[in-house]
């Protein structure tokens, strides 16, 4: 998820957008950018709003005319320049129609529900909502008395990143640093692995260090 602030908010003033979310952050987001932007189109996947955002969220957009609501739509594809975003492209599920748009900014705001099932019975430690757990948040496992780094899970030596753990501000700028700093850690543990002492058996059937 991409949060608009006042900062997006000035980046796109006067120009049209895209914005792909149904949930109660997209119609808020979608309300302040149209305060600001030229027109706002509002990409939904579904038949419409009313099961995933709240009615009062729903009246504004309604009532606001460069807000275009369209339903049964995906985004499929960002074509680029020198200078970064160029044009997006989108589909109807329905009818199979495209429509092709020169403009350069998109907000995302369709990660609300981190996609972390398939990591049931890894014994990797998520909150109530499913985020991955990290840090001091995440209960301590595997390797005892190891401190756990910041963007460490309940597994030792497991790491996760961006929008999938909690806590994590949801930008994609957010992300990107988040997982430079993971790196850095990742060689930490390498490290501090290197230097533990290992067990052997010597000739006579003994152990040794």
């Known amino acids: 998820m991409v949060l608009a602030s006042a900062i997006e908010a000035q980046m796109c003033a006067n120009a049209e957008v895209v914005l792909v979310g149904g949930g109660n952050s997209a119609g ?32 504004r957009i309604e009532a606001t005319p460069n807000i275009a609501l369209l339903p049964h739509t995906e985004l499929t594809t960002l074509d680029g320049d020198e200078n970064g975003l160029a044009a997006v492209r989108w589909r109807n599920g329905r009818d199979g129609t495209e429509v092709q748009r020169s403009l350069r900014n998109v907000f995302l705001f369709v990660g609300a529900e981190p996609e972390t099932g398939w990591l049931h019975g890894c014994d990797v430690a998520v909150d109530s909502a499913g985020f ?13 008395g190891t401190p756990r780094a910041p963007l460490e899970s309940s597994i030792a030596g497991l790491f996760a990143v961006g929008d999938v753990r909690s806590g994590s501000v949801k930008r ?13 850690q990742i060689h930490a ?21």
Do not use: C, K, W
């Not at 991955?132 to 005892?144: F, H, I, K």
């Open 172 to 184: 994609v700028g957010g992300a990107i640093g988040e997982g430079a700093a993971a790196v850095a």
């Open 189 to 209: 543990v390498f490290a501090r692995r290197a230097r533990r002492p290992r067990r052997f058996n010597d000739q006579r059937g003994r152990d040794a260090i």
């Open 28 to 59: 808020q987001a979608a309300v302040f950018l149209s305060s600001h932007a030229a027109h706002v189109n509002m990409l939904v996947r579904g038949p419409g709003l009313a099961l995933t955002m709240s009615r009062y969220l729903i009246d």
């Open 132 to 144: 991955v757990l990290t840090g001091e948040s995440a209960p301590l496992s595997g390797t005892r």
